[in-house]
């Protein structure tokens, strides 16, 4: 886990994670100037890790991390401690939780994604129609 520094190329598995603002702690696929990169040696592992630091998002695990009057933000090693501390409490039981992180969690994720897709879909119809018969 290092600070990721614009332009610079990762060719290992990696996942990026913002550092600043209400949403620090959001994993992200793609890289933007405030965060951080997690490297990792395989896909399986970049996968298990991506959707423990989205749970620990999801659950505002570290919202009581956040640093800073005007503009929040998570220092790296606060992050690290949280992370490293879950991920110590989920390896009491690793097989169930990697099942259902890396098959359950993916889907939904991929459903999400195509119901987004399914509402900008439906604006655009629904602006299709209105402009039929608003502009005769």
């Known amino acids: 886990i ?7 190329i990762y060719s290992e598995p990696h996942f990026f994670v913002l550092n600043k ?6 994993p992200l696929l793609s890289p933007c100037p405030n ?3 997690l490297l990792f040696s395989s896909e399986e592992e970049k996968e298990y890790f991506y959707w423990v630091t989205m749970g620990l998002w999801y659950s505002k695990a570290f919202y009581s991390e956040l640093q ?4 929040p933000f998570i ?4 992050f690290k401690r949280v992370l490293v501390s879950t991920v110590a409490n989920l390896s009491a039981n690793p097989s ?7 098959t359950s969690l ?8 195509q119901f987004m ?5 439906i604006k655009e119809a629904k602006q299709l129609v209105l402009y039929k018969y608003i502009r005769k």
């Open 2 to 8: 290092s600070t990721h520094k614009i332009g610079k």
């Open 21 to 26: 603002g209400n949403n620090s702690g959001k």
């Open 75 to 78: 220092r790296l090693p606060n």
């Open 117 to 121: 897709r399914n509402l900008v879909l």
């Open 96 to 102: 169930k939780i990697a099942s259902s992180l890396s």
């Open 35 to 37: 965060c951080f990169v």
């Open 106 to 113: 993916s889907k939904l994720d991929a459903l999400e994604r």
């Open 68 to 71: 800073g009057s005007v503009i």
